[in-house]
């Protein structure tokens, strides 16, 4: 008869087995195929349990000249990242996904510029992705930046477009870069605002969201711990 020790390493190696073949399978290539059957709640997801394995410091091994060979010829991928430039914030790392996977836009502050949204068309009404994540993150150079109604060159006018998330919130005094709260604030609603105009200024993701084909969310990824918060 098995006793208890035996037991225990049985279930153990069954688990790290089981890993694996997980793993394994995270590790595939995107095809058209398994984007489709991927709904927009499924890719959500595998987002999040990707930030989960980011965080925990578990993050995939996989073959990436493997995946490049897998995706030469065609992509697929399942979702769509909108994103700040900050470098402590790379999607792919972030979410721990592999080439193939995403469609990653970036720009300083992640603003919904006309020229993002119709890269965004491109990712999901032509190239099937289901879910586009707007991801700000804390300390952000840009919200700063817009904060202080900083003035350089071309960025002057990136700038303005996160404005409107200052001017809508309630606060007293005169904002200031410095009130890492207000930072906070700024950021979270930039966020919510950019992932509205995704469908209000284009008809077309508006039309995939009503018919269920794609999921647009919002969030803030903390760059002291690496972790994800999710909203809307």
């Not at 279930?11 to 399978?25: Q, R, V, Y």
């Not at 792919?92 to 020229?115: C, H, K, P, Y």
């Not at 965004?120 to 289901?130: C, S």
């Not at 606060?171 to 200031?176: A, D, E, L, Q």
Request: hydrophobic letters at 45%; a positive charge.
């Amino acid at each position: 008869m098995m006793n208890r020790r035996q037991s225990l390493a049985g279930l153990t190696t069954f688990a790290g087995l089981t890993g694996s073949a997980i793993a394994k399978d995270q590790c595939v290539a995107f095809t058209p195929q398994m984007q489709e059957a991927k709904t927009p709640e499924a890719a959500l997801k595998r987002l999040q349990e990707g930030n989960a394995r980011f965080v925990a410091g578990q993050a995939l091994n996989c073959d990436l000249l493997e995946q490049v060979r897998s995706t030469a010829a065609q992509q697929a991928p399942f979702a769509a990242v909108l994103g700040c430039i900050d470098s402590r914030v790379p999607p792919e790392l972030v979410f721990d996904q592999q080439i193939g996977a995403m469609f990653v836009a970036r720009i300083a502050g992640n603003i919904a510029s006309t020229d993002i949204i119709g890269s965004l068309e491109f990712a999901t009404a032509l190239a099937g992705a289901k879910l586009i994540v707007v991801l700000d993150h804390s300390k952000c150079g840009a919200v700063k930046g817009a904060i202080d109604d900083a003035k350089l060159g071309s960025l002057t006018g990136v700038l303005l477009q996160i404005r409107p998330a200052l001017t809508q919130l309630d606060y007293k005094g005169v904002p200031s870069s410095k009130d890492k709260a207000l930072v906070q604030r700024v950021a979270e609603r930039n966020a919510k605002d950019a992932a509205a105009q995704l469908t209000s200024r284009s008809e077309t993701m508006a039309g995939l969201v009503r018919e269920g084909k794609l999921k647009i969310v919002y969030a803030m990824h903390d760059v002291a711990s690496g972790k994800v918060a999710w909203f809307g």
